[in-house]
């Protein structure tokens, strides 16, 4: 129902039903890109609201999607047949601007996007074409390229564009969760226990790798540096 605009338009003393008319999402297809640990929440809840989830992600295991009921699709399938489609795969080298003009004319006309996964996935030029030649009807931003975004951003202030500053991880229970997570890892790996979540680190125990640990953090922080 365009919340964020109606909100907006009432405060601003105005009574606009008609101009925000929504869209059912009851039987629309929901491509999710990325089927890991966001990816696979929101499947389930598009499942609730009673959507067609389908989902691509090349190395998600096919069981995994089977057993919430999302079909794993390639990537062409998921942007061609999806009313919205939901971003949740990581930034990388060949994620960085994955959407961009080619793989915007393959989607359907009138097609909704959501990217809360990182800014960089989506060439945002090429974003604002879409919106402005109707390929896009309306998108939902959570992550910008360059954050916060310039202040004349054309997209921010796109009148079919909804945004938020980085909000996707941003409530108290998940923050308190972030929070345990890392003084948990922390602890274990002053332990010298498998670091399970460290980006830096071979999964290498200071058991099979007998070094004083702080020789080892030392090495995996600078084996690190070396490769970025
Ligand atoms: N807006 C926000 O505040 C937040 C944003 N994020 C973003 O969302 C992303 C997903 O988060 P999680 O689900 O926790 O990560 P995750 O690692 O559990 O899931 C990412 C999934 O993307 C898949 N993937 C990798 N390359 C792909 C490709 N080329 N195409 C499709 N799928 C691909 C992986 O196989 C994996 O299943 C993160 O990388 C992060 O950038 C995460 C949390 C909060
Ligand atoms: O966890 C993520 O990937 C996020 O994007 C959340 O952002 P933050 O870590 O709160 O700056």
Request: aromatic share 4%; net charge negative; charged share 20%.
């Amino acid at each position: 129902r365009n919340v964020a605009q109606a909100d907006a338009s009432l405060k601003a003393g105005k009574w606009q039903r008609s101009k925000y008319v929504g869209v059912s999402l009851v039987g629309k297809t929901i491509a999710i890109m990325g089927f890991g640990k966001v990816g696979s929440e929101v499947a389930r809840r598009a499942k609730g609201l009673g959507m067609d989830v389908i989902a691509h992600d090349p190395y998600a295991p096919v069981d995994r999607a089977r057993a919430i009921g999302v079909d794993l699709v390639s990537f062409d399938d998921a942007i061609s047949t999806a009313d919205f489609i939901s971003l949740h795969m990581p930034l990388t080298p060949s994620t960085t601007k994955i959407f961009n003009d080619e793989t915007f004319a393959k989607m359907t006309k009138g097609v909704r996007l959501i990217n809360v996964a990182r800014g960089g996935v989506v060439d945002e030029e090429a974003l604002l074409r879409a919106l402005d030649n109707g390929t896009v009807a309306q998108a939902a931003l959570d992550v910008f390229f360059e954050e916060p975004p310039p202040k004349d951003s054309k997209l921010v202030h796109h009148e079919n564009v909804t945004v938020t500053p980085h909000l996707g991880a941003s409530t108290t229970e998940a923050q308190e969760g972030v929070a345990l997570e890392i003084a948990e890892a922390v602890i274990g790996a002053l332990k010298g226990e498998l670091a399970a979540t460290a980006v830096n680190a071979p999964m290498v125990s200071a058991e099979v790798l007998p070094l004083p640990r702080t020789i080892l953090l030392y090495l995996q922080h600078n084996a690190h540096s070396a490769s970025v």
